[in-house]
């Protein structure tokens, strides 16, 4: 594998397959959350709008787990976090994830573009909020006092991911690109790889369990556990 650019910057992309060995299940696998319940209703606005109590229940068990005092980033995200102790300004990692394993594993330097779990917002005044309880149509917004404009801090289907003008940048910018188990399936983040390339500049190496959708636009690819395969990267 190349080594580790000395000088200049690395863009880490995560998808859920990192968050897997810690026990989160993923979307797209035999067993992933797309085949218990059906995305139209559970991660698209027009779901919200139509059954807020199911989407609530939704990421409200979610954040249950995630809470679970047994979970625990795992040794891929405690090796990303250490990449970048390594390479102090140098490491960005964007992360399609909304649990915050990455943060609790060291990494500061982090853009969650598809939202925080632990987070609310209100869809009258916007203000992302900490949140660590159950969320329901009858909560009351602590800025603006209405009840029932609270909705989980994510992005779903239609919507547009967060922070995409940092990312773009640091794409643009990046000498070393490496996506860490994602399926390439939804974009923009699918197009990553793809951009980077166009620009011509960037090494581009995929870490995954198994090729993704996108794999053949990686200049390098490993397939294996991300907690075995990001370790053997940075090392
Ligand atoms: C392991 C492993 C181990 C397992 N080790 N690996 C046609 C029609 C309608 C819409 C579109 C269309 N074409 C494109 C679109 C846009 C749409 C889209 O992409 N649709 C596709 C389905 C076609 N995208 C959007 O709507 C996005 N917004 C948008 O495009 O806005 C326009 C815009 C963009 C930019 C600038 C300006 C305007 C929004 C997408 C929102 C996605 N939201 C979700 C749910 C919300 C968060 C949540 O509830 O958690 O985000 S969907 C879900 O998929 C979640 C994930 O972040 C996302 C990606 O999934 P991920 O991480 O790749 O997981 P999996 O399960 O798919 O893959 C896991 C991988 O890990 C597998 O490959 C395994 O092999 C691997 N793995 N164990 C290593 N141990």
């Not at 979307?27 to 779901?47: H, M, N, Q, Y």
């Not at 140098?90 to 399609?96: E, G, N, S, W």
């Not at 990455?102 to 209100?122: D, Q, W």
């Not at 390339?197 to 690819?221: K, Q, V």
Request: with cysteine; proline share 7%; glycine share 8%.
């Amino acid at each position: 594998m190349r080594p580790i650019p000395a000088t200049g910057s690395i863009v880490v992309l995560t998808g859920a397959g990192i968050s897997k060995e810690s026990g989160l299940d993923t979307f797209r696998c035999e067993d992933g959350i797309w085949s218990k319940v059906r995305l139209e209703d559970v991660a698209t606005p027009e779901g919200f709008q139509a059954d807020p109590d199911l989407v609530h229940d939704f990421y409200n068990a979610r954040r249950r787990s995630l809470l679970d005092p047994s979970l625990a980033p795992n040794a891929a995200h405690q090796a990303l976090a250490e990449l970048e102790r390594r390479w102090p300004g140098k490491v960005l990692i964007v992360t399609q994830n909304i649990d915050d394993l990455h943060e609790r594993a060291g990494s500061r330097n982090l853009i969650h573009m598809h939202g925080e779990l632990l987070k609310v917002r209100c869809t009258h005044c916007a203000l992302p909020l900490p949140w660590h309880q159950d969320l329901s149509v009858d909560h009351t917004c602590p800025d603006c006092r209405r009840t029932g404009t609270l909705r989980p801090h994510v992005v779903w289907f239609g919507e547009i991911p967060l922070q995409m003008e940092q990312i773009m940048a640091a794409l643009m910018s990046c000498d070393l690109f490496v996506s860490v188990g994602t399926s390439g399936n939804v974009y923009p983040a699918a197009g990553f790889v793809a951009q980077v390339r166009r620009l011509g500049r960037a090494h581009t190496l995929e870490l995954n369990l198994d090729p993704s959708e996108g794999a053949n636009l990686f200049a390098e690819s490993r397939h294996g556990p991300a907690t075995r395969l990001v370790p053997e990267f940075i090392d």
